[in-house]
């Protein structure tokens, strides 16, 4: 009997939660359309220098950063900071290509690959990036989409000269 009522009340949420998902009407369509194109906006808030446009649209207050061998980024402050520095260093020209998007209610998964050409500011050639990408994102109460997680990282090892300049940006 009371493993009966400790399960009743787990029933009847879950009765609860989905009675109330079919009552509301989805358009995945139209929410994977809306996170590509935020991340095209945010790619070319990117392109511009825009840090705080980035932040400001792209992630959630409580958003989570991994950069590839730096410490993950808590917060939408200490994500701006990480745009911020980046940006005295270097010009970044993203190309980023989606090859998978699902949305669940609420929530949002993307993954793709990203490429682009980095410019450093020091005398250092252009040089071309290439890697994977992946993010989490979450319906905001407005209905808009804000990323809460993601990561990327290289497919390339760092050739000399970009160690050199890597090294001397992160002094």
Known sequence: MKKLL???????????????????????????????????????????GNTEGIVSLYYAEDAVRMPPEKPMLKGK????????????????KPDNVVEDVQVNGDLAFMRGTLGGTV?????VEPFQQKGKWMAVYKRQVDGSWKC???IYNRDHPSSEGLRSWLKEMEK
């Open 77 to 92: 402050a200490a994500i701006l900071e990480e745009f911020k520095i980046r940006s005295e260093h270097y010009t970044y």
């Open 119 to 123: 410019t450093p500011k020091a005398e």
């Open 6 to 48: 400790m399960i009743l009340p787990l029933v009847f949420l879950l009765c609860l939660t989905f009675s109330c998902e079919q009552g509301e009407e989805v358009d995945i369509e139209a929410d994977v359309k809306v996170l590509k194109a935020l991340l095209d906006e945010r790619d070319a808030l990117y392109s511009a």
């Open 148 to 150: 809460i997680a993601d």
